[in-house]
């Protein structure tokens, strides 16, 4: 029998998955002995991500692949490591106090966190439509638990449910659309499929098309743009809102990355066929979107309705295919990720162990009771809306430069003034905070570790917006 020797690996440039998959182990068996008190939990938790994301650095002379090249460590996928470790750090840091008050005693959930995180990593460093599709799976199994990890909550459970039967729906599409393009190309290999469009050894045109309009479907859900995004505002609200952070930042920006590298990748060369569908989708995303999040009264709506509008803003860049475009997706989920932490800090601080206290209207008069919060939740809204100096601006600036060196410039103009229509709501928020005298009493749980990731995320947001040219000069590379 002939012997087929093993694919290559590189365990220096598997260190981080390597990492946080032993660490979630420790994690679930350091759980038998934790009792009520998960706080040696969340500390071997953050160890585990301090060491994922310091041994990202590990590995020299990029790009480095593993499994026969369905796995590359190149500077795209570093950087956004950097950004998976970072979130899933923060998400932990609200859990801290969030978690005993509203009686989440799961050891799991530290767990869960890692793995998915784990999940983020493949799905940003796969090069192979087969890794791709493990990587969704982690991410979406791990969520699906973590949405749903308030047992005793109607809300937690309903979302959790809805979550998984979309989720496994929209698993359907991508499969089938994966198996569309490997019929058409023979390989399920990123760089393989290119290579065959390129030199016209494609069995089926029809196939190939098909396939990408199903990849394109499949990875809608994944990253909740319109006509695709029905999930996410229940699940937004029903999940805790650390997780809901977490959801929002991490396994989006994998998807993204997933997202990016596919159409990036493969399917350049046929860009003028999915480029209009594409382009359709990033605008009724952008307008829904906005408009959607105009009518809510719930914060965590609110937010689930903002963040179709940046998928929109993100699909620009995708649409681009660019040189700047992989960096300015980096650069702006970076940004995202400061900005969407410290507001679900401020958001948790509002909770009782009874009620998140999620109306909007809990806001009015938040600037005569709690000034230096209202500050932070006024710098928060006002970079979301993409307003200088903040990180959000530049963010966007970046996104709209990759699509009009490519002469997309109608399409910048209609995400322009969506994004004018965005600062309609966010200003809302800012105006109940200082104009408007409080409907009810509440009293703000201000706990130090929430306070530190707001703060955290305050300095993140003014120094990527006043000083960007770090994080840009490590994005471009």
Known sequence: MEHIPAPAIDFISLAPALFLSVFGMLVLFLDLFAGKNKNLLVLASLVGLI??????????????????????????????????TFSSALAI?????????????????????????????MLACA??????????????????????????????????????????????????????????????????????????QTNSDTLLLLGSVLLIIGFGFKVASVPFHMWAPDVYEGAPSPVTAFMAVGPKAASLVAFYRVFGTALPEIGTSWDTLLMAVAVITMVIGNFGAIVQTNIKRLLAYSSISHVGYLLVAIIARNSLAGSAIAYYMMAYAFMIFGTFGIIIMFGDKDSENLEISNFAGLGLKQPAIAICMTIFMLSLGGMPPFAGFVA???????????????????????????????????????????????ELTVGP???????????????????PDPILQLTQQ
Request: hydrophobic content about 55%; some cysteine; proline content about 1%.
């Open 51 to 84: 060491l994922a994301g310091f041994s990202v650095f590990g590995q020299v002379n990029l790009p480095v692949s593993s499994f026969g090249g369905s796995y590359v460590v190149d500077h795209l996928s570093v950087f956004f490591t950097l950004i998976f």
């Open 93 to 121: 840091l609200l859990s801290l106090e969030y978690n005993p008050q509203h009686g989440i005693r799961a050891g799991e959930y530290y767990a869960l966190i890692l793995f998915c995180t784990v999940g983020m990593i």
């Open 127 to 200: 090069t192979d439509m087969i890794m791709t599709f493990l990587g969704i799976e982690v991410v979406s199994i791990c969520l699906y638990v973590l949405a749903g990890i308030r047992r005793d909550d109607p809300k937690s459970n309903e979302s959790a449910l809805k979550y998984f039967l979309l989720g496994a729906f929209a698993t359907g599409f991508l499969v089938y659309g994966m198996t569309l393009v490997y019929g058409a190309t023979g390989t399920t290999k990123l760089a393989g499929i290119a290579e065959a469009i390129h030199t016209g």
């Open 396 to 442: 966007k600036f970046y996104i709209f430069s990759a699509a009009i060196k490519e002469g997309y410039v109608i399409l910048v103009v209609i995400a322009v003034l969506n994004s004018v229509v965005a600062l309609y709501y966010y200003l809302r928020i800012i105006v109940l905070m200082y104009m408007k005298d409080a409907e009810r009493e509440l």
């Open 449 to 467: 570790v929430t306070m530190a990731v707001v703060a955290i995320a305050v300095f993140g947001t003014i120094e990527m917006g006043i000083f």
